[in-house]
């Protein structure tokens, strides 16, 4: 099974970016997804999660600024982010919630300056 992460780049602070994540494998609806992103030096953190009935929580963090929604006929979880901000700099990552039980994808890098 592999999580392959997209949609990363440059953005200027107050900018937009939408990810996606795509997932191989089977049962992809059965499961709840999340959206995870590590900065330099720091852990990685929880951002948004979306359960298989699509219930949604958000990190104070990215709340109203962040949305995550999913496709599964297209086995695809996507991050839609908004008011960019240079703390939103890291590798943004998707796995299942709220147990990471898949292999960490590479990620995508998304970099905001200011």
């Known amino acids: 099974v592999q999580l392959q992460a997209s949609g990363g780049g440059l953005a200027q602070a107050g900018g937009s970016l939408r990810l996606a994540c795509a997932a191989s494998?089977?049962?992809?609806?059965?499961?709840?997804w999340g959206w995870y992103r590590q900065a330099p030096g720091k852990q990685r953190e929880l951002l948004a999660a979306?359960?298989?009935?699509?219930?949604?929580n958000y990190a104070d963090s990215v709340k109203g600024r962040f949305t995550i929604s999913r496709d599964n006929a297209k086995n695809t979880v996507y991050l839609q982010m908004k008011s960019l901000k240079p703390e939103d700099t890291a590798v943004y990552y998707c796995?299942?919630?709220?147990?990471?039980?898949?292999?960490w994808g590479q990620g995508t890098l998304v970099t905001v300056s200011s």
């Open positions: 796995n299942t919630w709220p147990r990471a039980a898949r292999q």
């Open positions: 494998g089977s049962h992809f609806s059965r499961y709840a």
């Open positions: 979306i359960s298989s009935d699509r219930g949604i």
